[in-house]
């Protein structure tokens, strides 16, 4: 079975479907290509991994959100963020990627727990289901972002982002910073720090706080990465 990125047979791809090449052109099917990655290989070797996803529980904790606030994750991937709130208590998690491959594993990680969580695939830069969404208390970003390198599509991201994140809500933007990798997963990426994401974001976001990260790949090898936690402020 090969792997379907046509959202109306979006459910058609499954994490032990080999159909999915790394050799597709992102640039014509980008869900495919990132399916590949997936599949190619057991995901948990993945250059952007981690068994626990800690500074990203750390900052949503920061928070203070309720345990039953929606936090949306973009671009989740296969990410074990999503147990790990699961196991903490929160009941109200959305998490999207543009390709169902990535969603599959975290769906046969947590099992039961899966009406706890609404699984939406979409493309953040191109959205259709997401538009549909409802408002959300956190926006959760790792290592997507920094995948729209061109002007039109991170406009779009943001577009996106205004729309859906409550007043009074939270941003979490986690990307390479200034000294990390130029490409990542094959694709170039746009590295940031805390005054670009701030200028993305505008002025009717708060920052809370910002670290830089290491963090360390499956292989051993090092990403540079740059943390923010923004709060909307109430009155836009
Ligand atoms: C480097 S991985 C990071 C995954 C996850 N956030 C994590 O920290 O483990 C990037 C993810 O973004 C997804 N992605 C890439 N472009 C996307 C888009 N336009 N819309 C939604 N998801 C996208 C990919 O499929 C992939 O799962």
Partial sequence: MSCNTNKEEQ???????????TTVDPNENLGEYWCGKYTDVDYKTLGWYEEISKPSLDLIKESNVS???VIFNSGAGATTLIDSLLQEGYT??????IISCAL??????????????????DDLVNP??????PKVDLWNDRAVLHFFIEEKDQEAYFKLLHQKVKKGGFVILSEFNLQGATMCS?????????????????RDY?????????????????RKYVYTLFRREQSY
């Fill in 92 to 97: 109200n998690l959305i998490a999207n990627d």
């Fill in 104 to 121: 599959n594993n975290i769906k046969n990680r947590i099992g039961k727990e899966q009406n706890k969580v609404q699984f939406i695939v």
């Fill in 67 to 69: 345990k039953n606030a």
């Fill in 11 to 21: 459910t058609s791809c499954s994490i032990t479907d080999k159909g999915c090449r």
């Fill in 128 to 133: 259709t289901a997401l538009k549909e969404m």
């Fill in 186 to 202: 094959g694709l170039p990426v746009k590295r940031y720090d805390v005054k670009m994401l701030q200028e993305k974001l505008g």
């Fill in 206 to 222: 708060k920052l809370i706080k910002e670290f830089n990260y290491d963090y360390t790949m499956p292989s051993g090898e090092i």
